[in-house]
Nanobody, 124 residues
């Protein structure tokens, strides 16, 4: 079993920054495919960014150039640095993990484990 706990959400003005954290336990993140997803009210959960086992990173088009996914293997944590935030980035952000290597990182069905989410609200 893998447990994931997100933190770092909050209220920020447009153009501001937030850094989300995801603390993993139960398995080393170096042996997990790790992803960030978000879900706005009335919308489907959508892919934001991900790491594969070999360290390759993937980003949604909406995140490219503004968001950066990173990890600290020693702390077993994954981060999402979000800059130049826009009101349309408002959503609950979820950390997700898959206990195998996968290139299908943008599909929610790839992931077996999910955190409870952290709310990000960007005001205009």
């Amino acid at each position: 079993q893998v447990q994931l706990v997100e933190s770092g959400g909050g209220l920020v003005q447009a153009g501001g920054s937030l850094r989300l954290s995801c603390a993993a336990s139960g398995r080393a993140i170096s042996r997990l495919t790790m992803g960030w997803f978000r879900q706005a009210p009335g919308k489907e959960r959508e892919f934001v960014a991900a790491f594969t086992w070999n360290g390759a990173t993937y980003y949604a088009d909406s995140a490219k150039g503004r968001f950066t996914i990173s990890r600290d293997n020693a702390k077993n944590m994954v981060f999402l640095q979000m800059n130049s935030l826009k009101p349309e980035d408002t959503a609950v952000y979820y950390c997700a993990a898959a206990p195998y290597s996968s290139d299908a990182v943008s599909s929610p069905s790839t992931y077996s484990y999910w955190g409870r989410g952290t709310q990000v609200t960007v005001s205009s």
